[in-house]
């Protein structure tokens, strides 16, 4: 029979949850984790890794049709969609299998089944609802995660109109294609298919695509998108959808006007709500707040020991933020002294084709603070290595305070900018100046050097431009 008393108990075994577990068992805490699905949760299972192999495959199907430019040649190019879903599984299916070893490794007693608060520092589990275990702890930390937001007229069926759990494992490739929804999800599912040969559009009720980036980041992949191929609209909102045997039309409105777009499928990506039901937060002092639970800079709710990390709280919903809430919540729990989060550090990327990764204010968001700015950009056609790989579709943009010389914030489109981006993160967090970056030597030839080039920019002394 499992022990049933533990210092910490954490609900979700995700990027949030078992990290924060990990954490918890270094810093000698009796920890349990409760998961009623897979162990890495949906990041691990069905988003960021995942899609990452999917991704990869469609790159790989667009660098063997421009083979080329490279001096090669290749004739019947084709691909196996079974192997490529296949092979994204396997690979989410390790890492999970990691997640389990890493536990173990810790000594994080995992509890498979729904967990549910059942009184002051007690955690009932249930598996297809016969009772499992009834836990105690003085900490209890709601790491349920978020699910895919419906909207009335737009619901999911799995056949015709997915979410991005569908959209993962698709039987065969659809021929056309309509994306709803042009944030981080939309945006890569619309990549993905398109580099794999469909004919894919995307619409967006905002007007642009990808929102919550950079104006000129967003104008710059709308127009990597619209050269590929994809039909973007912006400003647009869906009426609704009407089905057919094996197809799909929306009615979509702008400006008074009404047309309709027929598809073989169509994905919803119109974010995401948290999962606050059936965890028993009835009866308690926790807020919720438009599905998210509301709570302080080191993860506290409204009710004392119980906590909420990850996508069940507030933006931004991204799994590395999760994992680093885990960390703070956890030393704070026991009687460390973390820096609360700030959330201006996080970096945030988007895996399309051109790749996108931000991390700070945009240059609108600057100024609507009050800031006084200096903008420095960098093309990558301006960059050696960038030329050389057959990749000379890239910007580099950073936004300082002209008076502090603060890194306010970065925004970059292009090839690798997901690895890049961590340079100014780490700049961010040190509170770093021009100076430093400008002083700063970056290798050559690398793409990062169009990091240095944006910042040289900013202050009138860019070479390569």
């Not at 967003?218 to 009426?239: D, R």
């Not at 009687?335 to 931000?358: F, M, N």
Request: aromatic content about 6%; charged content about 20%.
């Amino acid at each position: 029979m499992a022990d049933t008393q533990f210092d910490v108990i954490i609900l979700g075994g995700g990027p949030g949850g078992y990290v924060a577990a990990i954490r918890a068992a270094q810093l000698g805490l009796k920890t349990a984790v409760v998961e009623r699905e897979h162990l890495g949760g949906i990041c691990l299972n069905w988003g960021c890794i995942p899609t990452k192999a999917l991704l990869r495959s469609a790159e790989i199907n667009h660098m063997l049709h421009t083979l080329d430019a490279y001096g090669f040649a290749a004739d019947n190019i084709r691909f196996d969609l079974g192997k490529i879903v296949k092979r994204s599984r396997a690979v989410a299916k390790q890492l999970s299998d990691g997640v389990k070893f890493l536990l173990r490794k810790h000594k994080v007693t995992v509890f498979d089944g729904q967990g549910r608060l059942a009184g002051k520092g007690k955690l009932s589990v249930t598996k297809d609802g016969k009772p499992v275990a009834d836990l105690t702890a003085p900490h209890i930390i709601l790491a349920t995660g978020a699910r895919a937001r419906v909207l009335s007229g737009l619901e999911p069926d799995g056949k015709l109109v997915w979410t991005y759990r569908e959209a993962m494992v698709p039987t065969e490739m659809p021929k056309r294609l309509i994306v709803i929804g042009s944030g981080a999800i939309g945006a890569e599912f619309a990549s993905f298919y398109l580099n794999l040969g469909a004919e894919v559009t995307l619409i967006e009720v905002l007007d642009r695509i990808l929102p919550v980036e950079d104006a000129e980041i967003s104008a710059f992949v709308l127009k990597a998108f619209q050269k590929q191929g994809m039909k973007v609209l912006t400003g647009v909102k869906v009426q609704g959808l009407r089905k057919a045997a094996d197809s799909v039309t929306a009615i979509v409105e702008s400006g008074g006007k009404v047309q309709e777009i027929t598809a073989d499928r169509v994905i919803s990506a119109v974010g995401i709500v948290g999962n606050v039901e059936d965890i028993g937060l009835e009866g308690t002092g926790v807020k919720v707040d438009r599905t998210h639970v509301v709570v302080d800079e080191y993860s506290r709710t409204d009710e004392p020991g119980i906590y909420a990390i990850g996508d069940l709280t507030g933006p931004p919903w991204l799994a590395h933020k999760a994992s680093h809430e885990g960390v703070i919540c956890v030393e704070a729990i026991a009687g460390r002294h973390p820096h609360p989060l700030d959330v201006s550090v996080i970096p945030g990327c988007t895996y399309c084709r051109p790749q996108v990764a931000s991390v700070g204010l945009t240059e609108e968001a600057a100024k609507a603070k009050g800031h006084e700015v200096k903008i420095g950009r960098f093309p990558f056609i301006g960059n050696g290595k960038a030329i050389a790989m057959g990749e000379p579709e890239g910007i580099i943009k950073t936004v300082f305070d002209a008076k502090t010389g603060e890194l306010l914030g970065a925004h970059m489109a292009g090839a690798e900018v997901t690895e890049m981006i961590q340079g100014y993160t780490i700049a961010r967090t040190m509170e770093t100046t021009e100076a430093e970056l400008i002083e700063t030597v970056f290798p050559h030839p690398t793409i990062s050097e169009a990091m240095h080039e944006a910042v040289l920019d900013a202050y009138g002394q860019v070479i390569h431009i």
